[in-house]
């Protein structure tokens, strides 16, 4: 990125945000779509979600395109996760196409040869990372693994914890992502779920959350039940353990955000143990929605600590308030590796509050499950 002009593609990417997101990506899949037909099939029949993270993403890349070391990762994950939509690199100079056009157009008399030029240049480096990460893992890594639903279990009317099966091992690491297809009930609506469970087996735990219009979400803990089939992708994002760290270890989690912190105290038992401190927050009694896991599991590890934090419900009689501030005050976290895992607005506030309470920023890793 050197030789690229990067606070003007910044600057002009506001500008053409402040249109609205709705109307950016509208203009962008209609153009790849009136110009390149046979891209549509790649996509989901309602593309509302799909538009969403098409500027969830563009966003992302913006953000850090004047930090290699954050976006170059990340758009290797994304090459290789869209493998599974049947991407190609041939497909990459069609997209950026599109993508050049509705800057364009968005950016009215604002547009010049040199942000052309500079767009250009950067969306080079884009389609180089995640075609080059796709090519590397072809022979190697299947796009997308086949697995049947083996059991559904509604914990509360709005979370469901599944149990899935694949054919062959899975290449997660413990608090890894993957995204999910329901073939049998919504084929072609993806989501990103992360297992509770660390990697090895063909057995892969799964928490879901009902979203509001969300239809995978919708289809797993309304719809789901035992031998529907599934398909998933990749596995994508770096919120691991660090297998060079003997520092001890500060789980925070809200809601589902527990599936990956469970993965990891999963991970550590499998390599002998490491003093560990779970915190899990949530608004009310009804949404300690693994409670009895929970208590299983310290009761199992003896070095392992874990608190339930609630901050909205009076019948609590144990810690209360939000787990972000709660935990901040509860000591010195200065030694640890913190991982925290929750909405975006939960994990925002809980890293601002770990830094504020004096631990370092290199020492927390944090995943949001927002839907961009």
């Known amino acids: 990125m050197a030789d690229i002009d990067t606070d003007a593609l910044k ?41 969403d993270r098409l500027v969830g993403a563009l966003v992302r890349i913006v953000t850090n395109v004047d930090n290699v070391g954050e976006l170059v990762p990340y758009l290797e994950d994304l090459g290789r996760d869209h493998r ?61 693994w086949d697995a049947d639903i083996v059991e559904v279990d509604l914990r ?32 072609r609506e993806w989501r990103f779920y992360t297992p509770a469970n660390a990697p090895g087996g063909l057995e892969i735990e799964l928490h879901a959350r009902l979203i509001n219009g969300g239809p995978v979400s919708t289809a797993l803990v309304r719809g789901a039940s035992a031998g529907d089939k599934l398909r998933l992708g990749p596995p994508f994002g770096r919120m691991t353990l660090d297998p060079q760290s003997s520092r001890p270890l500060l789980l925070i989690a809200g809601s589902t955000g527990l599936a990956p912190l469970k993965a990891m105290i999963d991970q550590v038992a499998r390599d002998g143990g490491r003093a560990t401190h779970l915190y899990f927050g949530a608004r009310s009694i009804r949404e300690i929605y693994d409670r009895k896991d929970l208590e299983l599991l310290a009761e199992r590890y003896s070095w392992l600590t874990v608190v339930i934090v609630v901050s909205d419900d009076i019948r609590w009689k144990g810690p209360r308030g939000l787990v972000g501030n709660y935990v901040a005050d509860a000591g010195d976290w200065s030694t640890h590796d913190a991982f925290v895992c929750g909405s ?25 499950f927002g839907e961009a």
Not at 34 to 45: D, I, S, W
């Open 11 to 51: 600057s002009n990417f506001a500008a053409v945000a402040a249109h609205g997101g709705d109307q950016v990506a509208l203009y962008f899949y209609s153009y790849l779509f009136l110009k390149y037909p046979t891209t549509r099939e790649m996509f989901p029949p309602a593309m509302t979600r799909q538009r």
């Open 344 to 368: 975006p607005a939960m994990v925002a506030a809980t890293v601002k509050r770990l830094i504020s309470a004096g631990m370092p920023q290199d020492q927390i890793k944090f995943e949001e």
């Open 156 to 187: 509360t009317f709005d979370i469901a914890v599944l149990k899935v099966r694949t054919d062959t091992v899975h290449p997660y690491r413990a608090g890894q992502s993957m995204s999910v297809e329901p073939t049998t009930l919504r084929p």
């Open 84 to 144: 599974k939509f049947g991407t190609l690199t041939a497909h990459y100079p069609a997209v950026g196409e599109a993508l050049i056009a509705t800057l364009r157009h968005f950016s009215g008399d604002q547009w010049t040869n040199e942000l052309q030029a500079n767009w250009a240049a950067a969306y080079g480096v884009v389609a180089g990372a995640m075609s080059g990460a796709a090519e590397k893992v072809d022979e190697s890594e299947p796009p997308w």
